[in-house]
């Protein structure tokens, strides 16, 4: 019996909804209904950003629990069955990782974004490096813009076709810093979060059952048509 990648009991799982949509997951049930999936693109800074997790108290544990207690089989557990949906939106998009604390992925010993896309087999370009360790939390309005000071490009190649992946979208400067440096490099730069701050919720977005059904039908037949 397998068991639940997060809370590590037999992964069981019922006739629930979630069960239903997510009939392969890796997580049980009641662990996949702590998270609130509420797909929603939203204007910040300028920039117009897909997130799929609305970022709560579940969703911080998880990260952290990933992220700072080094979790890395949790890794696939993000767009678990979403990837599907995720590659056919993306296919012709190249995957940039939002740029991570060095510091911080020498002590993890893993690059918490590159994990969660290898787990899934999709390539991922990590261009950026954080010059120093600026904990976004602790600044306050002129410094955040400091953030665009930095962050380094490391390679210069051009790009065509660029989505740019964070885990969380809180105050979208490090979004705009990386859309300062990409801008004259790439074709079409899109911007993907896992998560974004409840404060970017619209009420009217959330995703609907039959709209999903939709989907995971349509997903079906085009990753038969792409073996995927
Ligand atoms: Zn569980």
Redesign the pocket.
Known sequence: MNR??????E?IHGSSLFSYLFNHDI??D???SLFRIKRNVFMLNGLKIEGIYVYDDNFKNLLLQYKEANDEALAPIFLSELRKDFLIRYRNYQIVLAPSSKNKENIRGFNHLKLMFDSYGIDTLDLFEKMNNVNQKDLVFDDRKKILDNIKLKKENKLKKVLVVDDVVTSGYTMLAISKLLAEKCDEIKYFTLAYNKKYEKNNSSISLDLIMKIKEKSKNYCKMLKL
């Open positions: 639940c990648l997060y809370c590590n009991q992964n997580i049980c009641s662990c996949r």
